[in-house]
């Protein structure tokens, strides 16, 4: 139903996550974030807002990705039918993904790294998300497009795809927080409207909100 990814720069203090479904709407069911938190990504055939939600505000309160979601998952009976990925300040990774998910359902954890999938076509999709994801000159968000672009590329959802999102948490920028709710094409619609976010007058205005190294700032 669903492939994503988080992702954490410890060089930057970046955050980037992406997502993809052959349903609509991912971005507002699946990727969460918060650049003193970490980041989460609750997905499956009936996914949890309660988990990401909960998840986000534990790696807030301090506890580690793994004891965020191990707690989470635990108490739930429906967990079967849930898949979950979460990804702390400290580039700590943990996933979960139920023993009912519909196949192909599987997640990667590594240090900075989480990739979770379900109903994809083949098991090759989260492994070409993997290799499309280490860091490079390119900016976090033409990295994370470049990784939703690789699972299609690698058979993606095994239904096609509807909706996808992006989301940037940086220090030193306000967040980048994309999403096409539903498209024939929604990756190649994501790329259109980052592009459109680069331009003038947005990108310009951009300099003017409060970010995290200040929270204060505003027009001179």
Not at 135 to 161: F, I
Request: net charge negative; proline share 6%.
């Amino acid at each position: 139903m669903t492939f994503s990814i988080l992702t954490f720069d410890k060089k930057t203090g970046t955050f980037a996550a992406a997502a993809a479904t052959g349903s609509l709407c991912v971005g507002g069911w699946v990727l969460r974030g918060d650049i003193e938190s970490g980041l989460v990504a609750s997905q499956g055939t009936a996914p949890s807002t309660f988990w990401r939600d909960d998840v986000l505000r534990a790696m807030h309160q301090g506890q580690s990705a793994q004891e965020a979601v191990e707690a989470v998952t635990k108490s739930d009976p429906g967990r079967g039918h849930r898949q979950l990925i979460a990804l702390d300040r400290q580039a700590r990774s943990h996933g979960f993904t139920g023993a009912d998910s519909v196949a192909y359902a599987n997640h990667i954890t590594e240090p900075g790294i989480a990739i979770a999938g379900n109903m994809l076509e083949r098991p090759e999709v989260l492994e070409a998300m993997l290799s499309a994801a280490p860091a490079d000159d390119q900016p976090p968000d033409d990295r994370m497009l470049r990784v939703l672009t690789a699972a299609k590329q690698a058979g993606g959802d095994s239904r096609g795809l509807s909706s996808a999102a992006l989301l940037i948490l940086a220090p030193d920028r306000p967040p980048l927080d994309l999403r096409i709710d539903y498209s024939e094409d929604p990756i190649s619609e994501l790329k259109d409207l980052r592009h459109k976010a680069r331009q003038s007058p947005y990108f310009d205005w951009l300099a003017e909100v409060p970010v995290h190294l200040d929270k204060t700032r505003a027009p001179k």
